[in-house]
């Protein structure tokens, strides 16, 4: 069978597949398995530590695909290269160590430039992980990066 | 002692570690990664980092989006 090998993980299939927008875990998991993908992106967000008793996102991911953590909402190689440290951490055994470098459009001052975006990745990269490189078309108006809130 | 924990300034008990703190707060551990003043603190070594005063934490996890 044609396989895609990326960072040592080898996939049958092409299609990576997300973890937004879904309207209840449950149906997340029908989507992801009836998907066939191997890889599924994730968010790394601030906790919540006010809500309680919310399900974990990995318990309703199959274990058998690869998470594929990812930087949207960093506007900065700082805080992507941050984001990223701490989606290292939080993959848990430490053979999955992969994420999505994403940066966000944003004004021309604080969005770094594609030379030093990938010096820093390159950076990141020698360090610990395997990085996907992924380009994004939305623009954003948010003017500065705050890590948003994660509910439990 | 004061610190802050996910940007919000709070009150905690003196003493406590990265681990006494996650179980000061209802979290699991394994769920979260913990950056302690801009370092990441790798969940091994929870019980060994002692918090001070004005130390600044944040407490991340995954979550769907991307």
Redesign the interface.
Known sequence: MDELVLGGHRFTSRLVV?????KDFPT?NAALQASGAGMV???????D?KA?GEA???HWIPKDMV?L??T?GCFTAEDAV?TC??????Q?GGENRWS?W?SSPTRRRSSPTSKRRWRRQGSWSRRASACCPTPTTTRSRRRSW??P???? | MRATVNGEPVELPDGLTVSTLLQHLGVRAERVAVERNGEVVKQARHGEHRLASGDVLEIVTFVGGG
């Open positions: 997300g973890t937004g927008k879904y997340m992106t994730v968010a790394v967000r601030r906790l530590l309680r974990s996102l990995l998470l953590p990812n949207a941050r440290r701490l989606a290292r951490e939080l848990l999505s994403r705050r890590m809130v994660a509910r439990r």
